[in-house]
């Protein structure tokens, strides 16, 4: 039986790697879960799962997607089978106002994911999938004729998602790691990431991954 660990790295476009300036996608070895991958040198593989738009729990109707994370997630747990550690960054999309607005919602969200995780029927032998939650980088103003960062969400309220995320952690017994102490949004929109911030994710990712997943 294999030793390489397997991790599911569940997000938004922050994890499918979008880049602000070119409108497109960052290169493969540049997006976070692909830099976390490389960083634990063999011992797991790190399989993402990013979408654009992607919320906690909430319906965007308007999306070509089914964007909803509490809706796909069981199917991903099924598919990915068998997995050693859930990473989940998710809320960005939760604050645009006509999908939620607030943190609270965010935070029940998050929550709702973590007890899928945990409830989903694995096999029989399978042990507890380890859950940990990170809080996206927060807003900042955007450059150019509008300062709210794209979507119309609150800068404020951005800042209230690590506090919340990480009593949801300590809640549902998962890990918490704020990607606010090692990455900051683009200027060009407020929200996402250019290449250099989105490595920095994986990066600072490696040494708590490795703890939680006991590879030395």
């Known amino acids: 039986m294999s030793d390489v660990k397997t991790i599911l790295a569940f997000g938004d476009s922050l994890t499918w790697g979008a880049d602000p300036v070119s409108g497109g996608r960052h290169r493969f070895e540049d997006r976070w ?25 909430f319906d965007d109707h308007g999306a070509a997607a089914d964007r909803n994370g509490a ?42 994911l973590a007890e899928i995780a945990r409830a989903y029927p694995y096999g029989r032998d399978s042990a507890v999938l380890q859950v940990l939650i990170v809080a996206p980088p927060l807003f900042d103003e955007a450059v150019g004729g509008d300062w709210q960062p794209v979507g119309g969400s609150s800068i404020a309220e951005s800042q ?8 949801a952690a300590a809640s549902c017994g998962g890990a918490f790691f704020d990607a606010a102490a090692v990455a ?33």
């Open 33 to 57: 879960p692909s830099v976390l991958e490389a960083g634990l040198e063999g011992s797991a593989r790190v399989i993402a799962e990013g979408l654009g738009g992607r919320t906690t729990m």
């Open 71 to 112: 809706r796909i997630l069981p199917t991903l747990l099924g598919s990915h089978y068998p997995l050693d550690l859930l990473i989940i960054m998710l809320g960005t999309n939760d604050l645009k106002p006509h999908l939620c607005g607030t943190v609270s919602g965010a935070g029940s969200g998050i929550e709702r």
């Open 160 to 167: 209230k998602l690590a506090p919340r995320y990480r009593e």
């Open 184 to 216: 900051v949004a683009s200027p060009v929109d407020g929200v996402h990431l250019d290449a250099a911030n989105t490595r920095a994710i994986g990066q600072a990712l490696v040494p708590v991954v490795r703890q939680l997943l006991g590879l030395g």
